[in-house]
């Protein structure tokens, strides 16, 4: 993997520990599935179109732990979003200086390998005559594309996920493209703690609509090939992925670095959300090839 590091760190200094280790099997699941996916044919492009990336540094750490990869990768988030982050990568050299121009607006960057993009996802997902779809440049539409929602799709409604992902399915890629969609959710809404954890998120006026929409594993591999993703579905709940991914030494150096007391809560937490990964090979079998030996819950 490329970092042992989470990519983006939670609130609530109560929590904290707790918080961590959930962010750590979220951060260790996302680069099993990444790292797989580029070190399959290696030689070959990729692409990868991270919706909702926020604070998101992955694009970074792979650049430096895979420097011979042949990657094109995406962020598509709000201005609001998007502008702060280019800022901070202007301050800070380590990642400035691996930019291969420099930024020409406050809220989008474009180049041949990393692309930022400033725009409302749910325009992908109703275009009209007044508003067509907006345009992403240097999306290849011909290379094989992960696909990547971490908390992202779960904020809207089902149709307009569907939308969303048949736009970038089918008119921004080639229906014979390579491609795959991770998945990362909230699950298991009908239990007691899926309940609080719903009526927690209403008091600030969060809603997810997916979560009520998607509520098992068996949900969300339907949903993936409901999507058109139909050469692979998968689904493990973090709790699952663990115990069964993450290796013992590993464990072991992840619980020397802070005490973690709360390990039944832990378990509660990590059985509430999930990893869904489908794809559908198109012209090459990268995807199957990758995910072949990533176990799956049952």
């Known amino acids: 993997m490329p970092s042992k590091a989470p990519t983006k760190m939670p609130r609530g200094a109560g929590r904290l ?3 961590n280790r959930g962010s750590y099997v979220r951060t260790s699941a996302i680069d099993l599935l990444v790292t797989k996916f580029l070190l399959t044919y290696p030689s070959s492009a990729k692409q990868i179109v991270s919706l909702g990336a926020g604070t998101d540094t992955r694009f970074f750490r792979l650049l430096d732990a895979y420097p011979d990869v042949r990657l094109v990768y995406h962020e598509i988030d709000f201005p609001t979003n998007t502008s702060p982050k280019i800022a901070c990568i202007q301050r800070q050299p380590v990642l400035y200086r691996k930019l291969l121009q420099i930024p020409r607006t406050s809220s989008s960057y474009h ?4 692309n930022i993009h400033a ?4 325009t992908l997902a109703g275009p009209t005559d007044d508003a067509p779809l907006p345009e992403l440049p240097n999306l290849d539409p011909t290379i ?5 929602s971490e908390m992202c799709l779960v904020y809207l409604q089902p149709q307009t996920v569907q939308g969303i992902v048949s736009a970038l399915t089918t008119h921004y890629l080639r229906p014979t493209t390579p491609t795959s969609l991770v998945l990362y959710e909230p699950i298991l809404p009908q239990d007691a703690f899926g309940r609080t954890m719903i009526s927690n998120l209403q008091t600030r006026n969060i809603h997810l609509p997916t979560l009520t929409a998607y509520p098992e594993l068996s949900d969300q591999r339907a949903r993936l090939s409901s999507y058109g993703f139909t050469d692979g579905t998968k ?3 973090t709790a699952f992925i663990w115990k069964q991914w993450i290796p013992e030494d590993e464990k072991e150096r992840v619980a020397g670095l ?3 007391d709360e390990l039944e809560e832990l ?3 990590l059985k509430h959300y999930c990893f869904a990964w489908g794809w559908k090979d198109g012209e090459s079998d990268v995807f199957s090839k990758a995910w072949a030996d990533v176990q799956e819950q049952a």
Do not use: Q
């Open 17 to 19: 520990p707790l918080l």
């Open 235 to 237: 689904a493990a709940d």
């Open 144 to 148: 094989p594309t992960l696909i990547l």
């Open 111 to 114: 180049s041949a390998t990393y």
């Open 119 to 122: 725009l409302d996802l749910r």
């Open 267 to 269: 378990e509660l937490l």
């Open 258 to 260: 802070e005490m973690l």
